[in-house]
């Protein structure tokens, strides 16, 4: 049973930084492309950050720049460094992996739960 652990999230002013972890059992992340999906109250899951099995990575246009997402291997884990917090990134974030890159909610394989980033003004 695949497993994704999320963690991380929290309150923090504008401007400041997190990091998310996500840490994944069955070393699935050697394998599947891992992404980080946020939703916020009343809209869709929208994809925030992914990286393939490769290394390579694809980053929503508003997070470009701001947020970086990393794998390490050894760790089984996924990390997303979000930096420059904006209001508008408060949402809840999910870790989750997809055999296809890059991902749609669609295509997503194994979802973790989520993580709430609050980010005040």
């Known amino acids: 049973q695949v497993k994704l652990a999320a963690s991380g999230g929290g309150l923090v002013q504008a401007g400041g930084s997190l990091r998310l972890s996500c840490a994944a059992s069955?070393?699935?992340?050697?394998?599947?492309?891992m992404a980080w999906y946020r939703q916020a109250p009343g809209k869709q899951h929208d994809v925030v950050a992914q990286i393939a099995w490769n290394g390579t990575t694809d980053y929503a246009g508003s997070v470009k720049g701001r947020f970086t997402i990393s794998r390490d291997n050894a760790k089984n884990t996924v990390y997303l460094q979000m930096s420059s917090l904006k209001p508008e990134d408060t949402a809840l974030y999910y870790c989750a992996a997809s055999r296809r890159f890059p991902s749609t909610p669609g295509s997503i394989d194994y979802w973790g739960q989520g993580t709430q980033v609050t980010v005040t003004s």
């Open positions: 069955g070393g699935i992340i050697n394998i599947y492309s």
